[in-house]
């Protein structure tokens, strides 16, 4: 009957020409699927989070890392690749732009890879990387 914003097209397929709020203001606990084309035709924000500390464990809803390497060196620790999204990418900056003082290791969690070795280092200022998961048990930098 498509009750409310929704109109049935059938048992399994709806559609909305209203906007919708997905998670309200809490933390939403379901993955968006988008099955098919989509298209927008507005900007799309992506997560940022700001690394100030010598260490950070990357969480799996990271996406942006900018990290500040002015004051120290970093260490990042990637997520253990099993609790990541086959395909899941992330993208580290060296926002501070000393990486060549203060160089940014990147880390995989325990025997993990990222390219067939445990760890990467930015060491270059304003260096980044980027890496997607297999969402078993490796990264890879493309």
């Known amino acids: 009957s498509g009750g409310g914003i929704f109109t049935t097209i059938n048992s399994s397929?709806?559609?909305?020409?209203?906007?919708?709020?997905?998670?309200?203001?809490?933390?939403?606990?379901?993955?968006?699927?988008?099955?098919?084309?989509?298209?927008?035709?507005?900007?799309?924000?992506?997560?940022?989070?700001?690394?100030?500390?010598?260490?950070?464990?990357?969480?799996?809803?990271?996406?942006?890392?900018?990290?500040?390497?002015?004051?120290?060196?970093?260490?990042?620790?990637?997520?253990?690749?099993?609790?990541?999204?086959?395909?899941?990418?992330f993208i580290i900056k060296d926002e501070g732009g000393n990486a060549h003082n203060n160089a940014i290791t990147i880390s995989a969690a325990g025997v993990q890879t990222i390219d067939g070795v445990n760890s990467v280092v930015l060491e270059s200022p304003y260096a980044a990387l980027q890496l997607y998961c297999n969402g078993v048990n490796k990264f890879f930098v493309y």
């Not at 939403?28 to 992506?46: A, D, E, I, L, R």
């Not at 100030?52 to 620790?77: E, F, K, M, Q, R």
Request: charged share 10%; with cysteine.
């Open 13 to 89: 397929n709806a559609f909305t020409t209203s906007s919708i709020n997905i998670g309200s203001e809490a933390t939403p606990t379901h993955t968006f699927s988008v099955k098919g084309g989509s298209f927008m035709s507005g900007g799309v924000s992506y997560k940022r989070k700001e690394v100030t500390t010598a260490t950070y464990t990357v969480s799996t809803t990271d996406y942006y890392l900018g990290v500040d390497s002015l004051n120290s060196t970093i260490a990042l620790t990637l997520p253990n690749a099993g609790a990541c999204s086959e395909g899941q990418t």
